[in-house]
């Protein structure tokens, strides 16, 4: 994606790969030197998946997995932004897949093991395709704040899963967006292991009150940004970047 011109990673910007106060960490992070090797032309140009397998909800969760007549519990909400390259450009048809918890915290998830309810109305998964201009958008309810077992009272902000696809198998990206203003986002272990301020704030959503919908839904705005100074953070590599 972009023009060609090449930025290099700021691995800086970065979480280190072992950071023992996110437990998981240590187990995960390679003991030895990662070995680089190039990436197959198949892999940089593979289609992947097909554009027009979306359906019409795809980028509803508040109505993608609710019975007829029903909808999702929680605050209602839509996150939207740009999907940018290195330049501040859109880019194009990007796969944008989303996760989340409920409105109570609670995944839909055969392992997830925290007592807030299931709310039968919600999936918590759901995806889009970026416009020409690298514009996004999909409605929800905001997710609610979890613990999770990290050896002491940790929990998790409230906070949406990002997959990002381009037009190749090795175009995946994955991140996290937190919510302006949640005082859970500086005690939270993974968060923490961002080690600036500057990197934390790019993956916090601003709250969009220009957007909102009255008497309907509060906006978000979050921005994606490829590569570059302003890169969002992303999870996908072993070596953070
Ligand atoms: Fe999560």
Known sequence: MGDGTFFARDRGRHPPALTPDYRTSVTRAPARAPISFPPSLSEETGPVFGHDLLGPLDADLIRNFARPGHSAIGPRIFVHG???????????????????????????????????PLDPDFGGCGRTISGADGSYAFRTVQPGPYPWPNGGNDWRPAHIHFSIFGSGFAQRLI????????????????????????????????????????MDMRAYRFDLVLRGRRQTLFETRPEGG
């Open 175 to 214: 991140t996290q967006m937190y919510f302006e203003g949640d005082p859970m986002i500086p005690l939270c272990p993974i968060v923490r292991t961002v080690p600036t301020a500057e990197g934390i704030d790019s993956l916090t959503a601003r709250l969009d009150m220009a957007n909102t919908l009255p």
């Open 82 to 116: 740009r999907v940018l390259d290195e330049t501040g450009r859109g880019v194009p048809g990007a796969l944008i897949e989303v996760w989340q918890a409920n409105a109570g915290g609670r995944y839909r998830h055969k392992k997830e093991g925290y007592l807030a």
